[in-house]
């Protein structure tokens, strides 16, 4: 389950920046819905079931959604990368915990920095001979060395979907040509397989954006989730 949530932060790390989307012309806002899938024989399947992650996007404010087993446990960040500030809300119900993370920007500084560190260990291979079709974008393949995971991670991108500023992603894995619409990585010997399975054109309501911090969440550091284990809860 660690390797799980802490997967979701490695996605939302590459996703979540300042972009547009561009299918037929050029879209500034919308949601794309990516969707977990697992081998049929994989023992975590079932248990797994329900879990997918969204990214919101409206001008310069970003959002990334990840719910954990039909909300049993859940991620919200909240970023607004021009005024370099943002929310971080974990919660897991049934284990009591609510925690929010207020991010300011020095924590925007240091994860710019921290990507900057990763470029020079990054490598990445394209096979366009390997396609495969999307929430209705042709993509085809590229393999990514990424340092912390060996075996690297495999994505599927689209020229349609461009990126209007530098993104995480451009940070983490320097020179990719498009935007991924599925990330593959094993961990702990098993496949994990985000893949988008809705692009949205609709520009979401101001209200998904909100930074409020709700009632029962308790206010953490950045530090000390770290100190838990990332997003594992300390589990």
């Not at 049934?94 to 924590?107: L, Q, S």
């Amino acid at each position: 389950m660690k390797n799980l949530i802490n997967l979701s932060l490695l996605l939302f790390l590459t996703l979540s920046t300042y972009i547009g989307v561009s299918a037929q012309k050029t879209m500034s806002d919308g949601t794309i819905t990516y969707d977990l899938k697992l081998d049929k024989d994989n023992p975590m399947a079932s248990m797994l079931n329900g879990t997918n992650m969204v990214l919101s996007f409206k001008g310069s404010l970003m959002k990334t959604s990840v719910n954990v087993m039909g909300g049993m446990m859940s991620m919200n960040i909240v970023m607004d990368n021009a005024a370099k500030k943002g929310v971080m809300l974990m919660s897991a119900p049934m284990m009591g915990k609510n925690m929010a993370v207020e991010m300011t920007e020095k924590d925007f500084a240091d994860a710019e920095n921290k990507q900057k560190e990763n470029q020079a260990k990054s490598k990445v291979t394209y096979n366009k001979g390997s396609k495969k079709k999307i929430a209705g974008y042709k993509c085809y393949q590229a393999t990514a060395k990424v340092d912390g995971m060996p075996e690297g991670v495999v994505l599927y991108l689209t020229d349609k979907i461009k990126p209007m500023g530098q993104s995480q992603i451009q940070n983490q894995i320097p020179g990719l040509t498009g935007f991924p619409l599925a990330f593959e990585v094993k961990q702990a010997g098993m496949k994990i397989l985000f893949e988008a399975s809705k692009v949205d054109k609709l520009a979401p309501s101001d209200k998904e954006f909100d930074m409020t911090i709700p009632e029962g969440f308790d206010k953490v550091t950045m530090e000390e989730i770290k100190g838990m284990g990332g997003l594992g809860f300390g589990m």
